[in-house]
T-cell receptor, first 112, second 115 residues
Framework: SQQGEEDPQALSIQEGENATMNCSYKTSINNLQWYRQNSGRGLVHLILIRSNEREKHSGRLRVTLDTSKKSSSLLITASRAADTASYFCATDANTGFQKLVFGTGTRLLVSP | KAGVTQTPRYLIKTRGQQVTLSCSPISGHRSVSWYQQTPGQGLQFLFEYFSETQRNKGNFPGRFSGRQFSNSRSEMNVSTLELGDSALYLC??????????????FGEGSRLTVL
């Protein structure tokens, strides 16, 4: 079953605009990760934020985590056509081991 | 450094057959996990191996099995294939003992079509 629900399911923007996608999860976590998937390909890790962190940056990516609301957001600034992909949040579901529980994903389309 | 390699990339089988998928992790990574991705169910965890031991298993029937070899390469097997087994099967490897310290590195996946 899915741990996380992502919102929106799909997002269409123009190049240069910012894209924000949200993730909600159900159980306590140790950390939360965001991954990108280009159509039909493998997943690429973007960023990991630990449960004791509130915000993290990596290049044009900004991730926030609110453990009280069990939610996270991913902001991509100054989007490019190459950012077109599906984005997934994933949590460790506090299992400790290498089991990620993925959200439903947000399909992002960035038009030139 | 070579990434995670999955073979075959594409395959077509018929109902009732079995299939074996292979995954070679990044050199030095000892944890290998498998995920099934379908449009309806999304990404679902299958199982995870570390040092040839299955440490965690998802909620899949016994037709789904796997193993890991001493060189960390892993295989998964699906027997008595059903139409619903059509999916992208993703393998991921990790250096870390747990997810507390690191991310997963995914292969490109094996796309299985069951006719």
């Amino acid at each position: 079953s899915q741990q996380g629900e992502e919102d929106p399911q799909a997002l269409s923007i123009q190049e240069g605009e910012n894209a924000t996608m949200n993730c909600s999860y159900k159980t306590s976590i140790n950390n939360l990760q965001w991954y990108r998937q280009n159509s039909g390909r493998g997943l690429v890790h973007l960023i990991l934020i630990r449960s004791n962190e509130r915000e993290k940056h990596s290049g044009r990516l900004r991730v926030t985590l609110d453990t009280s609301k069990k939610s996270s957001s991913l902001l991509i600034t100054a989007s490019r056509a190459a950012d077109t992909a599906s984005y997934f949040c994933a949590t460790d579901a506090n299992t400790g081991f290498q089991k990620l529980v993925f959200g439903t994903g947000t399909r992002l389309l960035v038009s030139p | 450094k070579a990434g995670v390699t999955q073979t075959p990339r594409y395959l077509i089988k018929t109902r009732g057959q079995q299939v074996t998928l292979s995954c070679s992790p990044i050199s030095g990574h000892r944890s290998v996990s498998w995920y099934q991705q379908t449009p309806g169910q999304g990404l679902q965890f299958l199982f995870e191996y570390f040092s040839e031991t299955q440490r965690n298993k998802g909620n899949f029937p016994g037709r789904f099995s796997g193993r890991q070899f001493s060189n960390s390469r892993s295989e998964m097997n699906v027997s008595t294939l059903e139409l619903g087994d059509s999916a992208l099967y993703l393998c991921a490897s990790s250096l870390a003992w747990t997810l507390l310290t690191g991310e997963l590195f995914f292969g490109e996946g094996s796309r299985l079509t069951v006719l």
